[in-house]
């Protein structure tokens, strides 16, 4: 599993003297690449309330699938009432039944301790210890222990591996939502004080303003009044509040202008090279068209501005003369997934951001600047440290999704016949998965002398069903279960996988909640923190997925052998193989490899593990 990003979303944003293009823009900061996730309402693409699929031409084959595995359900319930006098063998029931009421309870505490995080956080925001580096040791550790410990206790208890690998399962993604809360409230922290820090330095700087706060309040507003008031005039306005070129000036006959507008002129391009140049900085976005390799933001021939009703240029808004804030400031929420789909509406400037002494200024913007990155995005508008709460974390453990933000898109209502459906759903679907299990994978599992193409053959059609069932049970029947039950609206946990035409698409197509955890968490986060290309932060991505898959493995067959890792490993050459124009002109043969190759690991893995 890896996330990748197009080397091609330049986006044009149209001048009237040519286009610029933009790209998104790897922030210098500790936080991750903005605008490339995003939560909105979705349902899932086999959701049977999608507008989509419901239209679908193929939508029958669905059915079909659903009708083939009962007549298999059905068939080997009858053959083992005439053989065995039982609906169903119990073997495999006694297997993963064992120990049931200690793996419930083990499993229990270990979503209990997720509750750590809560006093973590209240740490950070009673300044006990700063996040960086100290709460960043503290939260590693922490989770080394959590997941090692839960190792550790399937080992002792010498369960079955599927009690083992449930448990390290769901430890894993408990520990993936655990850091994406410890990391991005930390994160929020480091903004929280560099916010009061900045609130202590401008009342230094009022202090030292002649007649205090009561003289710069009126200088500040004094002088918004005027800026406003030449823009209601048309008059163009410069950052430094002078007018901009081809303003009427004092010299131009029947136009009075006021005095301290009458001088600092600057050239019209270079105005729009430091407007966009505060945009880029402001928005994550860098306009360039090569690594290294600045592109020109307008075209070297004079702009052309549109002329108003009037016969005169339209005047930018008087905020244009606010200075920009600094661009070491930290990031927070703008960062958050719903800052491309809600972002929340920006408050008005501070007041002492129009004053006209510049310490005073630039502190108040950089003020504005970082409360609006502790607001949250969408409708109830939280401003942290108010999410810093146990509810609010009980509300993010349940949600199926191992990112976390302040808010998230929410539904109005639940319902309970949908929930109750997807309670039926995985119960009928495990019962499936039981039946193939029991009769059709672990009488043929492989021994030492059978015949490997045998062995191969027998495995490959029925591990491929249970892993289809698996894959159906947690993201259409438990995901979206949990999500109806907390009002989560963005179901969309993967995309259509199954017409993936290469590795990298399957990647983020099949589970997206883990595929989002890693985009945001392990390559964005590699490429800000230490400087990887894309190509080092995909590499790194795909080796921390490869040793947790194996880990897995080694619980699970309390082995130590890398199979999976290299299989995870040797999908990199294969990535860059299916991005050969050749395969990608063929998207009909490059379906066909990513299933047989799909089909054909399940079986490989399980004759490696089993004999090697």
């Known amino acids: 599993m890896t996330a990748t990003l197009s080397k091609n979303s330049d986006t044009t944003i149209p001048t009237p003297g040519g286009v610029v293009r933009v790209r998104p823009f790897r922030s210098s900061s500790n936080a991750q690449l903005k605008a490339v996730l995003s939560f909105t309402p979705r349902v899932s693409a086999l959701d049977r309330t999608n507008a989509k699929s419901q239209t679908d031409e193929f939508r029958g084959f669905f059915t079909l699938f659903w009708i083939g595995l009962g007549l298999l359900f059905l068939r080997t319930s009858l053959q083992s009432w005439e053989e065995n006098r039982t609906p169903l063998s119990w073997n495999f029931g006694r297997l993963i039944t064992g120990d049931a009421l200690v793996l419930a309870a083990s499993d229990l505490l270990m979503v209990t301790v997720m509750l750590v995080c809560v006093p973590f956080v209240k740490a950070l925001q009673y300044q006990w210890f700063s996040y960086y580096p100290t709460g960043l040791v503290l939260q590693h550790i ?8 839960a190792v550790w206790w399937g080992y002792h208890r010498q369960w079955y591996w599927v009690q083992s690998g449930f448990l390290v399962l769901h430890s894993m993604s408990s520990m993936m939502k655990m850091h994406s809360y410890m990391s991005h409230n930390g994160m ?27 003289a710069v309040v009126a200088e500040a507003a004094t002088r918004q009044a005027d800026l406003e008031a030449e823009e209601a005039r048309g008059v163009s306005i410069t950052p430094s509040g002078t007018p901009g070129p081809g303003t009427p000036t ?11 507008f009458s001088a600092g002129y600057e050239d019209p391009s270079a105005t729009l090279r430091r407007r ?17 390799t600045p592109e020109p933001l307008v075209p070297s021939a004079e702009i052309r501005h549109r002329p108003t009703s009037h016969g005169r240029r339209k005047a930018p808004p008087a905020t244009d003369a606010l200075p920009a804030p600094h661009p070491d400031l930290p990031l927070g929420t703008s960062l958050e997934p719903s800052a491309t789909t809600s972002p929340h509406t920006p408050s008005p400037p501070n007041p002492l951001a129009w004053s006209s002494n510049e310490e005073i200024a630039v502190l108040a913007t950089n003020i504005d600047a970082m409360q609006e990155e502790l607001k949250s995005n969408g ?13 609010h974390f009980v509300d993010f453990m349940f949600f199926p999704t191992l990112v976390y933000q302040l808010e998230y898109p929410r539904t109005t209502m639940m319902r309970p016949l949908v929930v109750l459906e997807k309670i039926i759903a995985t119960f009928g679907t495990f019962s499936l998965i039981y039946t193939v299990t029991e009769h059709y994978i672990m009488p043929v599992l492989p021994k030492e002398g059978d015949s490997l193409v045998t062995s191969f053959v027998n495995l490959a059609l029925p591990m491929l069903v249970n892993y289809l069932l698996i894959f159906y049970i947690i993201f259409e029947c438990v995901c979206t279960g949990f999500a109806e039950l907390s009002y989560f609206a963005d179901r969309e946990f993967y995309q259509d996988w199954w017409n993936s035409t290469s590795w990298d698409q399957f990647s983020r197509k099949w589970n997206k ?5 890693l985009l945001r968490h392990v390559y964005a986060s590699t490429m800000s923190s230490l400087q990887l290309s894309r190509t080092s932060a ?18 699970v ?22 991005r050969l124009p050749i395969v990608r002109r063929n998207k009909t043969v490059g379906n066909i490899v990513f299933w047989i190759g799909l089909m054909a690991g399940f079986p490989l893995l399980a004759i490696c593990y089993l004999i090697w």
């Open 142 to 149: 922490f989770q080394t222990v959590y997941l090692g410990t």
């Open 188 to 214: 929020l922290a480091t903004v929280y004080f560099r916010l009061q820090k900045e609130k202590a330095l401008l009342e230094e700087a009022i202090s030292r303003y002649p007649g205090g706060r009561q």
């Open 250 to 260: 004092p010299g131009t006959p029947g136009v009075h202008v006021p005095s301290e």
């Open 276 to 292: 966009l140049g505060s945009l880029s900085e402001a928005s994550g976005v860098s306009t360039s068209t090569k690594e290294g």
């Open 379 to 391: 409708a109830r508008g939280l401003i942290w440290p108010q999410n810093v709460t146990y509810k």
């Open 513 to 517: 909640p883990v595929h989002t955890f």
């Open 538 to 555: 995909a590499f790194v991505t795909f080796l921390l997925s490869a040793l947790c898959h194996e880990l897995v493995m080694a619980v």
């Open 557 to 578: 067959t309390k082995k130590i052998r890398p199979y999976l890792f290299l299989m995870q490993m040797a999908q990199l050459p294969m990535i860059a193989l299916g």
